[in-house]
């Protein structure tokens, strides 16, 4: 498959489109793929919506956990839909391309969501932590205050940081080629469009990848409320350590395809398998609420 493009000529700015190559040079299969794509989308976004009617048109899931497990599943719903659906049309033409503008929107859409999902899978990390090992006490720490304000702090940060990341990524001036070696625009692929030094941009994405996605993570696995929930630590294990590998594994060992390979993991694989291991947990919480003592939340009973 071949694209009318522009020379690679330093000089020359990119001023109106990307070509988002993706998986062009899986020229055969892309029927195959726009329907391994187009299921596991649908099978997404009815797991989430599915989560998301339970918990609200059922009053005894009112509680923390399951507040957290609502905000989780309406992540992943707007998460995967930035860039699923685009990835599916450009499976079907030949022509991918998207604006400048399209494309520092999906970014800006993306790299929110993500972080958003990063800080609330550590204060879910911090519910389980408190129901474990302070029960007695659970109740006064995780009122439905202390949830939306863990909530809301997830989105303040995640809105904060990626605004500026993205509103500088996108000051930069872009020339050359203008072919990105990816299915959507992620940060390191745009950043590499880039004709000037974009080394203190390498070190903001290395400086949020530590202190929001490893730090995060590194706290989640040494909290006794994830030794006890392996299911748990299944998923933070796929979207923290694949976002990780892709944003601070070394240049010489990255290349379009391994790098698009792992971006599948966190952006379709992970928002599917979430509902199904999400629900395997609650099970094995169930099995276990008559070894705790009775609690409420608001009017709720809850089980630690």
Same mark, same amino acid.
């Given at each position: 498959m071949t694209y009318s493009e522009r020379k690679p000529d330093e000089n020359q700015t990119i001023?109106? %489109? !990307? @070509? *988002?190559?993706? !998986?062009?040079?899986l020229t055969r299969l892309q029927i195959l793929l726009f329907l391994v794509f187009l299921i596991t989308y649908l099978v997404t976004l009815v797991g989430n919506l599915l989560i998301i009617l339970l918990i609200k048109?059922?009053?005894? *899931? &009112?509680?923390?956990?399951?507040f957290f497990l609502l905000n989780l599943s309406f992540l992943e719903i707007c998460y995967t839909t930035s860039?699923?659906?685009? +990835? +599916?049309? &450009? +499976?079907?033409?030949e022509q991918k391309t998207i604006s400048i503008a399209g494309c520092a929107a999906q970014m800006y859409v993306f790299t929110i969501l993500g972080l958003t999902e990063c800080c609330l899978l550590a204060a879910m990390a911090y519910d389980r932590y408190i129901a474990i090992c302070k029960p007695l006490h659970y109740r006064t720490i995780m009122s439905f205050r202390a949830c939306a304000q863990l909530a809301a702090a997830s989105w303040t940060i995640g809105i904060l940081v990626e605004v500026a990341q993205t509103t500088w990524i996108f000051s930069l001036p872009f020339c050359g080629s203008n072919r990105i070696h990816h299915f !959507?625009?992620? $940060?390191?692929?745009?950043?590499?469009?880039?004709c000037t030094d974009t080394s203190k941009n390498e070190i903001v994405v290395l400086a949020v990848s530590v202190l929001f996605i490893m730090s995060p993570f *590194? #706290? $989640? =696995?040494?909290?006794?409320? !994830?030794?006890t929930c392996s299911s748990h630590l299944m998923v933070v294990t796929l979207f923290y350590g694949t976002a990780l590998f892709t944003y601070l594994r070394p240049k010489s060992i990255s290349t379009p395809e391994s790098d698009q390979m792992i971006s599948l993991m966190y952006t %379709?694989? =992970?928002?599917? #398998? /979430?509902? $199904? @291991?999400?629900?395997?947990?609650n099970k094995e919480s169930v099995r276990k609420e008559n070894s705790f003592p009775l609690l409420t939340?608001? /009017?709720q009973c809850i089980f630690p």
């Open positions: 001023s109106d %489109v !990307f @070509i *988002l190559v993706g !998986f062009s040079y048109l059922n009053p005894s *899931l &009112h509680t923390p956990m399951y860039v699923v659906p685009q +990835l +599916l049309a &450009h +499976l079907l033409v !959507f625009c992620d $940060i390191p692929p745009v950043v590499k469009m880039a *590194l #706290l $989640i =696995t040494l909290r006794k409320a !994830f030794s %379709v694989v =992970t928002p599917m #398998l /979430n509902p $199904i @291991i999400y629900t395997l947990r939340w608001g /009017n």
